[in-house]
């Protein structure tokens, strides 16, 4: 790699850890660089996945305290994220290149329509969640308690998880949409419980990844160092930039390297 390709791979890690803490889906940006300097798309995906394992876990530890309070919901959400990336890592190694490479187009622009409808998902949560809370009419039971994850979510989560484990942009997405349908908690703490679902996904796509797979090492190393502090400095900048900027910024990058790619 040339100086100028290690600076961009770098600062694409960077950005990518900054979006991720903020508003998802970092990979929309890590992704079309590795592939644009050369890299087939199986092997940037592999590598990209990687790479993005440390701020995952970054950000699980940064809400360790919205989890305190669901470890009940751990084990069974816990088991399904791990079932599902494997699944999708499997089928991402197991399935012909010619495959992904003919899929990731779509899967890249439906990553960028899906952080675009991400403000309409919220309110249509949040006005869900407004109807549920309203006081019970005169005579009337009591509301009724938070629900607990039942049979759906942890089926939901699978499948949301082996799309992670396949491809991963914007699979936090769906995973918040489902926990906010399915459960009732504060979305704060629903937001934590997403992260650590997401870093299983990804954490346990990536040893498999790094153990069977073709990876570029040297992006690994370099989207690494990025996705790591860039996800301190999201933090930071998540109380003072807009979300809606950021996101803009992402849909507008997915929209152009998914067109990008589909022309090639």
Not at 51 to 61: D, K, R, T
Not at 252 to 260: C, K, L, Q, R, Y
Request: charged residues 10%; proline residues 6%; aromatic residues 4%.
């Amino acid at each position: 790699m040339t100086a100028f390709e290690i600076v961009l791979v770098l600062a694409a890690g960077l950005a990518a850890g900054t979006l991720n803490t903020v508003v998802g889906s970092g990979s929309l940006l890590t992704f079309p660089v590795l592939v644009a300097l050369g890299h087939p798309p199986v092997v940037a995906n592999v590598s990209n996945t990687i790479g993005l394992a440390p701020g995952s876990l970054s950000a699980v530890y940064g809400c360790r305290r919205e989890l305190a309070a669901q470890r009940h919901r751990l084990l069974p959400l816990g088991a399904a994220a791990v079932l599902g990336g494997l699944t999708g890592a499997l089928l991402l190694l197991a399935l012909p290149a010619d495959t992904f490479g003919a899929v990731v187009p779509a899967l890249v622009l439906l990553a960028a329509l899906l952080m675009a409808l991400q403000p309409r998902l919220t309110r249509l949560v949040a006005a869900r969640r407004a109807r549920h809370a309203q006081a019970p009419a005169p005579g009337t039971l009591a509301t009724r308690p938070p629900r607990t994850t039942g049979r759906a979510l942890p089926a939901a989560v699978l499948a949301v998880s082996v799309y992670g484990g396949y491809f991963g942009a914007a699979q936090g997405v769906l995973l918040l949409a489902a926990l906010a349908i399915a459960l009732d908690d504060d979305l704060r703490q629903l937001n934590g419980l997403k992260n650590l679902l997401q870093a299983l996904v990804n954490l346990i796509a990536a040893v498999l990844f790094a153990l069977t797979a073709d990876v570029a090492w040297l992006p690994v190393a370099l989207i690494a160092a990025g996705s790591v502090p860039g996800a301190l400095l999201g933090a930071a900048l998540g109380r003072r930039v807009s979300p809606a900027v950021l996101r803009a910024v992402v849909v507008t990058v997915g929209t152009v390297a998914g067109v990008t790619l589909l022309m090639r």
